[in-house]
């Protein structure tokens, strides 16, 4: 069975910093391809940031420079660290887990940033 666990989530004010972590099981971590998205209420889910199987990264624009994704591939787990948050950045904040045509996701972990 795939589970993929996010934590770290939670209400912080503005300015401040916040470390998601998501926890796997039940894949082979290190051939996926790891992502952060986000979705607030009333939008769409967005992504977030992306983090290849051999360590590339990328970022949505409106988190360059604040956000940093990483992976441990010993662990299997998959890291956000987010900083310099803005009101902008509540959302319910999402794992996922990608290969090929498979795709997991994580039940999400709830970041409010207050003004």
């Known amino acids: 069975q795939v589970t993929l666990v996010e934590s770290g989530g939670g209400l912080v004010q503005a300015g401040g910093s916040l470390r998601l972590s998501c926890v796997t099981s039940g894949i082979t971590f290190s051939l996926y391809d790891m992502g952060w998205y986000r979705q607030a209420p009333g939008n769409q889910r967005e992504l977030v940031a992306t983090i290849s199987s051999g360590g590339s990264t990328n970022y949505a624009d409106s988190v360059k420079g604040r956000f940093t994704i990483s992976r441990d591939n010993a662990k299997k787990n998959v890291y956000l660290q987010m900083n310099s948050l803005k009101p902008e950045d509540t959302a319910m904040y999402y794992c996922?887990?990608?290969?090929?045509?498979?795709?997991?996701w994580g039940r999400g972990t709830q970041v409010t940033v207050s003004s």
């Open positions: 996922n887990a990608v290969r090929i045509s498979i795709m997991y």
